[in-house]
């Protein structure tokens, strides 16, 4: 009989790819594989429709309320999230008002999560983290967590949320049976908290089978620039790009912006920047097209502020996504992109964070040198193609799953 496991997200799959990744491979190994999500946002509909007819073999469940679909239901979770906001004031976390009142779908997750036995229970997101290990212990099982963000250090310290967040961690952690970090110094925050816990590093990378080699810049006249997230906004390293750009009004360099944008923040952008650069916004895609899409420029922005400890810690997707697209990078000196750079310095630039002028003159220095910026996207691919890729974190994940589940 196949192994049970079961991951669970505060989120939808399609906004989780590292959840995605390890619900696909442990189908592939011939686990029996549930998903229980919360529909949180509408734009990953569609793409979370077609993954599901695709991977038919993966039960997947959908809890809580749409908040489009459930108006109702959506706004008595809001509401029921403000009473537990109120309720923790006088209780303190006497009934997990932390979780309650942090996580909007947090019950629903448990709820259902408590109906389906299985040998070992997976989250992804924090919300999901009381679901995984009270389900665990009321089937005997396993549960280990994916911690994608060093979550107290996404916040100021003098943010209340940063203690309630430590409160989570400092409760459930302790009960997990492994953990694994998406960054080194993830890894290494979290050990200095729980110095008895061991966390894994996997890397945010993609399978191989993304890779795409784009155009020659040789013979190219503009060079182009690549930066996405699910949402555009502000403090993301953005801004010192446009005034870099400013900085660069006698080249043609065009900036490619793909996800979520709200009209303020467009009318920002297009305000911001001079009139010779071109701006083109990309709506979202699925995680699949965006390697794709992504080949067809030259340069990918890694331009994350150090503003927190867990912006300071962690490796985004969006330089793996460069790699296996063919672009250089360019990136910001945080703590964690400093020692990326340190370790892979071949394929691409490093500047020091929101310093404008450092930034526009490495712009200059690959328009100009376009033997250099053609080298760095080659080894950009060839690190993709024989290191960072999710085939071989991928065989990481797996062990530790199997030893996981054999150690009793």
């Excluded at 491979?25 to 695709?54: G, H, M, R």
């Excluded at 239901?73 to 976390?93: C, D, P, V």
């Excluded at 492994?178 to 979290?190: D, N, R």
Aim: proline residues 3%; aromatic residues 12%.
């Amino acid at each position: 009989m196949h192994k049970k496991i079961m991951l669970i997200s505060s989120g939808q799959p399609s906004a989780n790819p590292r959840a995605v990744k390890e619900a696909l491979l442990l189908s592939q190994k011939n686990f029996d594989v549930t998903f229980i999500y919360c529909p949180l946002s509408p734009w990953a509909d569609e793409f979370d429709k077609q993954l599901f007819a695709e991977n038919a073999s993966i039960t997947w469940i959908s809890t809580g309320y749409h908040p489009l679909k459930n108006k109702i239901g959506y706004l008595f979770a809001r509401l029921r999230k403000k009473y537990w906001e109120f309720i923790k004031k006088y209780a303190q976390n006497k009934f997990d008002n932390n979780i309650k009142s942090s996580v909007l779908f947090s019950q629903e997750l448990l709820q259902e999560a408590l109906k389906h036995k299985a040998d070992l229970y997976i989250g992804h997101n924090l919300g999901a983290i009381a679901a995984v290990v009270k389900a665990a212990k009321k089937y005997k099982a396993k549960a280990g967590f994916d911690a994608e963000d060093f979550h107290r250090g996404e916040f100021r310290d003098v943010d209340i949320q940063k203690k309630i967040t430590a409160s989570i961690e400092n409760k459930y952690f302790p009960l997990l049976d492994y953990c694994t970090v998406a960054s080194p110094l993830i890894g290494e925050a979290y050990k200095r908290i729980f110095p008895d816990k061991a966390f894994t590093v996997i890397n945010n990378v993609f399978s191989k089978k993304y890779l795409r080699e784009g155009k020659s810049i040789i013979e190219k006249k503009s060079m182009d620039l690549f930066w996405f997230s699910q949402f555009i906004g502000p403090k993301r390293g953005l801004e010192t790009v446009l005034l870099a750009l400013n900085e660069c009004k006698d080249l043609e360099i065009k900036l490619h912006l793909l996800g979520n944008i709200n009209e303020t923040y467009k009318t920002f952008i297009l305000e911001t920047v001079n009139d010779k650069t071109k701006i083109i916004f990309l709506p979202p895609t699925s995680s699949e097209e965006i390697f794709t899409i992504g080949s067809q420029f030259d340069i990918g922005l890694a331009t994350e502020l150090p503003e927190t400890p867990n912006r300071e810690y962690c490796l985004t997707n969006k330089i793996f996504t460069y790699l296996l697209s063919g672009n250089a990078i360019l990136f910001s000196d945080t703590k964690a992109q400093s020692k990326f750079f340190n370790s892979y310095s071949g394929s691409g630039l490093l500047y020091e964070s929101e310093n404008v002028f450092e930034l526009a003159a490495k712009f200059k220095q690959l328009y100009n040198d376009r033997l250099l910026l053609h080298k760095m996207k080659e080894n950009a691919l060839a690190l993709a193609q024989n290191e960072l890729n999710w085939e071989k974190e991928g065989e990481t994940f797996i062990d530790l799953v199997k030893n996981t589940l054999s150690n009793n």
